[in-house]
């Protein structure tokens, strides 16, 4: 963790700079409610207004790239090191973690709860012939999905429209489609968590190694877009991954239970 300072090492105290941001961002931080316990503490601390703009994470990318935003929050590593090596991001932090599970019906036809990796429970459930809703749209969780079915040596394109259906949505409508249909959804835990739409569906998977969550947190760089705010961005992203904004982040839980842990570097 760091101490809250500016790009050139000035301390910040107290609102000493009122401005705004455009936060390109994925959409399970925004649902999760993150946003609206943080923003008002770093608002209080530093003037900054913070506009959020909540998409997938491919989206988000796209639309940062295109300047349309000051500073890019996403979880989809690969992408965001490219994006940075590309020189559209100046430069990547670490900023939070929390994991990937896999829900389902309470009937659990697949067998999920028996796998014994992320692996054998996509196996299970494509040679069940059990349904799996997919969100197909290019978010950071979609591709840590695609990711997965590669290790499982599955291709469910091959499935299209009949198990495996792609939604095109976000996490919210996606885990509405899937639990009216009957199907099994891969989801970050925040998003389900925060979640009020349930039914009969639960968890029914968790703790593979590789369904890891990272998100980071990227200012943009002012030499591809010459209008970011680069001084509100680099505050923001400084707050955020600062003692300050760690220990924020690390405070903001449901029934007791934190939605992200944070591990800035």
């Known amino acids: ?48 207004t913070v506009n959020v703009v909540a998409v997938g994470t491919g989206q988000a990318i796209k639309n940062a790239m ?104 976000g996490m919210g409508a996606t885990l509405n489609a899937g639990i009216t249909l009957g199907a099994y959804v891969m989801t970050d835990r925040a998003s389900w968590m925060t979640f009020g739409n349930k039914m009969d569906a639960e968890l029914v998977f968790e703790g593979d190694p590789l369904l890891f969550n990272q998100y980071g947190v990227i200012p943009v760089n002012p030499e591809k877009c010459p209008k970011v705010n680069v001084e509100a961005a680099e505050t923001f992203t400084q707050w955020l991954i600062s003692d300050t904004g760690q220990q924020a982040i690390a405070g903001y839980q449901l029934n007791g239970k934190p939605l992200f842990f944070p591990n800035a570097n």
């Open 1 to 48: 963790m760091k101490t809250l300072t500016l790009a050139l090492g000035i301390a910040i105290s107290g609102a000493a700079i009122a401005d705004s941001i455009i936060v390109q961002s994925t959409t399970s931080t925004k649902n999760s409610g993150l946003y609206d316990y943080l923003l008002p503490i770093l608002a209080e601390q530093t003037g900054i």
């Open 66 to 169: 295109r300047c349309d935003g000051d500073v890019l929050l996403v979880h989809a590593k690969a992408a965001e090191e490219k994006f940075v090596a590309e020189g559209y991001g100046l430069r990547r932090h670490d900023l939070m973690y929390n994991d990937f599970i896999f829900i389902g019906p309470q009937s659990d036809p697949a067998q999920v709860r028996e796998a014994y990796s992320a692996s054998d429970a996509l196996m299970r459930i494509k040679n069940s012939g059990s349904k799996f809703a997919s969100r197909g749209d290019d978010s950071g969780t979609h591709k840590k999905e695609r990711a997965l079915w590669k290790v499982a040596g599955i291709t469910p394109d091959e499935g299209s429209g009949e198990w495996y259906l792609e939604t095109g949505s």
